[in-house]
């Protein structure tokens, strides 16, 4: 539950005297947090939010209100809604009644919706809260039709979503278009149309287009003109002697009528600005056509329209010339002349202006768990939408960044376990060492079971730890090396042991060490392969990725950012991939090379000490103390110390020492 929202154990205390026959919950305030869950719509929804409509001053609509609703990343979690975003659902401030609209565009991979409602009763001055629900995987689309979101009087809306295709007709007019335009992908509300001064668009005319005299009739879109020409017509409808033309003359807007008293156009009014978006509306009644600019009057026309039954023409033909020459959006027409606080509050609420997020704004997320908004498991679902788009040659690329990511983790899973074992057991090796290390005369090395107990002191249990010590193992390797010079079959260990016999048993440690850290090292290999590897190959798929998207862009023509973007994207996931297989794998071998450089450094330390004892307690002949005391020193030939055990002369051994 997020912080602010206090209103949940109210709402719990009012639910509870609400069952035992108290008084009804009162309505709660816009910009609460938590409803009581009866309020909750539909528990197959798992997320909702608030959005509150608040129409400023001058911008107040006559009762419905066609709203745009812009979501992206910052104010909706589209990881969390369908892919398509067929889950959504709009619910009004009653919490029952569902609200019509349509999608005109919805981009999971880009974080991207335009959603057209038809938010009810809409007051002055008075917010107006709707919910937005989302998170069901299983929910199918609305039965809602897009004509729903419309009022009665619309008869042609186009959004231009259609790319190369004629603009279909949203409203229930059922006006689609002729011809299609040359689209372009970064228009003010989604996709749009490109005109350059030669091309046009072609609707044809339809019993709920024809004009009469004096019909009344809105006629609204968006433009953003290239350059400032002269008589740029925008939108014109001639036939016979009469016509209807619309455009721009040096950036003022126009509306220009003939009819059988002749041609007029409109007084000059205030010139819209190049490269700038702005709102267009027309609005003929029954003795005058007004023009409004972002929903505010410009100027007008003491005229009527003339009767008119002919197609449309938006734009122009090099046949006509004088065609307008930028981009557009968002036409729409009306069968009505609509009141000026409903197209101020088109202009604003369809802007995505700063003044058009104060007007229509979204609330915090609101979970039926009692959960908030999850930003981090929203960026982490971003992977899935980009791994959406990812090419043949990418997932090859990932594949291989996968296999080694498994060969990787499993040696070091391994590996860290057989380290932790054999630091177990070091440990314990250490604390026995240290009781025989005062005399190696208590270990009866003839004896294996006293070897390998450690002259008595090792259990079974604790030897579970202790044998896979590589301490461990070279202590076995010194006591061979001691039994097969001074015990049974040996040498007489009265004795002792000379230099060179000293020199060859450290030689021996020394070779176990050498063995001891080949196996730590053993499959470390494979982490080093992921650390040179894996970045390589994720820069292997990524510039392939890229290579490919650009020839398709170029087969294709479309440089825009849309038809771009997925395609960097998902190459880019593959160099991902590789660090994300390199840089755990560069962590996790140095961890492990430095603990088994610290096992090295332990078994060095032994071998010193394990020669320090053995030359201490059995010291070269020619050493004070080398045999009993009272005892002539043997002699022997030289280099007698070194024969194998089955050329030297047997001597009986004595029994071992007690400890």
């Not at 929202?5 to 026959?21: Q, T």
């Not at 659902?89 to 009653?94: E, K, N, T, V, Y």
Request: with cysteine.
């Amino acid at each position: 539950m997020n912080t602010k929202n206090l209103a949940r154990p109210i709402g719990f205390a009012l639910l509870a005297s609400l069952c035992l026959g108290g008084s009804s919950i009162s309505a709660r305030a816009a910009d609460d947090k938590i409803e009581d869950e009866a309020a909750w719509w539909n528990k197959e929804w798992t997320l909702r939010k608030p959005i509150v409509v608040t129409p400023i001053s001058g911008a107040e609509p006559d009762g419905d209100a066609v709203t745009l609703l812009r979501l992206h990343g910052g104010n909706f979690q589209f990881a969390l809604a369908k892919e398509d975003g067929s889950d959504l659902r709009l619910i009004a401030a009653d919490g029952q009644t569902e609200i019509p609209y349509h999608i005109e565009r919805y981009d999971s991979l880009m974080n991207e919706a335009f959603v057209w409602a038809k938010i009810p009763h809409v007051e002055p001055g008075k917010p107006a809260t709707i919910w937005l629900y989302s998170g069901n995987p299983n929910a199918t689309p609305p039965e809602f039709a897009s004509k729903d979101t419309y009022p009665d009087s619309a008869i042609l809306v186009y959004h231009f979503t259609e790319r190369s295709a004629p603009p279909k007709d949203f409203s229930a007019g059922e006006n689609n278009a002729a011809t299609a335009p040359t689209p372009t992908e970064g228009a003010l509300i989604g996709p749009g149309a490109l005109f350059f001064g030669t091309n046009s668009i072609e609707i044809a005319n339809s019993p709920n287009l024809t004009w009469a005299a004096g019909t009344e009739v809105t006629v609204s879109l968006w433009v953003k003109p290239s350059g400032l020409a002269e008589n740029a017509m925008i939108l014109t409808r001639e036939e016979g002697g009469s016509a209807f033309r619309f455009g721009l003359d040096n950036g003022v807007p126009f509306v220009e009528v003939t009819d059988a008293s002749g041609t007029t156009r409109s007084a000059a009014g205030e010139a819209i600005p190049a490269s700038l978006w702005r709102h267009l509306a027309v609005v003929a009644s029954a003795t005058k056509i007004d023009i409004l600019v972002d929903g505010k009057p410009n100027t007008s026309l003491a005229r009527p329209l003339p009767a008119l039954a002919s197609d449309f023409l938006m734009g122009s033909t090099p046949e006509k010339g004088g065609g307008y020459a930028g981009e557009a959006d968002e036409l729409q027409i009306y069968q009505a002349a609509l009141p000026v606080g409903d197209l101020r509050y088109a202009a604003i609420s369809q802007s995505g202006s700063d003044e058009a997020q104060r007007m229509i704004a979204p609330g915090e997320d609101e979970s039926s768990e009692g959960g908030g908004h999850n930003a981090t498991l929203e960026h982490l679902s971003l992977f899935g939408d980009i791994a959406h788009n990812m090419m043949f040659d990418g997932w090859i690329a990932i594949g291989g960044c996968i296999i080694m990511l498994i060969c990787g983790w499993t040696v070091a899973v391994q590996k860290f376990l057989y380290l932790n074992s054999i630091d177990k057991g070091t440990k314990a090796f250490l604390k026995l060492w240290d009781h025989i290390a005062n005399d190696l005369t208590t270990l009866d090395h003839d004896n294996e079971d006293s070897i390998r107990s450690m002259g008595g002191k090792m259990s079974a249990k604790l030897y579970r730890h202790v044998h896979r010590s590589p301490l461990y193992h070279l202590y076995h390797i010194g006591c061979k090396e001691i039994r097969g010079r001074i015990g049974k079959g040996g040498r007489d260990p009265s004795k002792g042991l000379s230099a060179r016999a000293i020199q060859a048993v450290r030689a021996s440690l020394e070779s176990g060490m050498t063995r001891e850290n080949q196996r730590l090292n053993s499959g470390l290999v494979a982490l080093t392969i992921s650390i040179a590897g894996g970045p390589y190959m994720g820069l292997l798929g990524t510039v392939v990725g890229v290579m490919i998207t650009f020839a398709l862009i170029s087969r294709s023509g479309e440089v825009e950012v849309a038809s771009i973007a997925p395609g960097i994207a998902s190459a880019l996931l593959a160099t991902v991939a590789g660090l994300l297989v390199a840089i755990p794998a560069l962590f996790i071998y140095s961890y492990l090379s430095g603990r088994i450089k610290a096992f090295l450094a332990d078994m060095q330390v032994f071998i010193d000490e394990f020669i320090a004892k053995m030359a201490e307690f059995h010291p070269t002949p020619g050493e004070a103390g080398a045999s009993p005391a009272g005892s002539p020193v043997p002699t022997e030939t030289p280099f007698e110390s070194e024969l194998p055990a089955d050329t030297a002369t047997a001597t009986e051994t004595a029994e071992p020492a007690l400890a």
